[in-house]
């Protein structure tokens, strides 16, 4: 079990607000998402070449929403200027080697 991140006291009473009870695993449960989240988000910013992890390096978009529904528009042509600047730019479509979520989101 990895250590906890959770306050378990403002967690049960924020599942409780939501008017649901909190069973024995659940904030175990809760807290292995918290790390996967974590790790996800700390190769993301890595893959794009940033010590920084930001907001949107949280944002884990299902398979078929990363992909575009559209062919990709054709490549600039040579001294095109309107080619985007190098960095991160583009990472919301990028490829990556995402692990699968921990065992606690299956139903």
């Known amino acids: 079990m990895s250590e906890s991140l959770l306050v378990g006291s403002k967690t049960r009473a924020a599942l409780k607000a939501n008017g649901v009870n909190v069973g024995a695993g659940a904030l175990d449960a809760l807290n292995e998402v918290v790390h996967w989240y974590i790790d996800q988000a700390a190769k993301r910013a890595a893959a794009n070449r940033r010590k920084t992890v930001r907001g949107h ?33 583009a990472d919301a479509g990028e490829e990556s080697a995402e692990e699968a979520p921990p065992a606690a989101w299956s139903g």
């Open 57 to 89: 390096d949280f944002v884990i978009l299902e398979e078929a929403e990363a992909r575009p529904a559209e062919p990709p528009a054709p490549a600039p042509a040579a001294g095109d200027s309107t080619q985007a600047p190098a960095g991160d730019v």
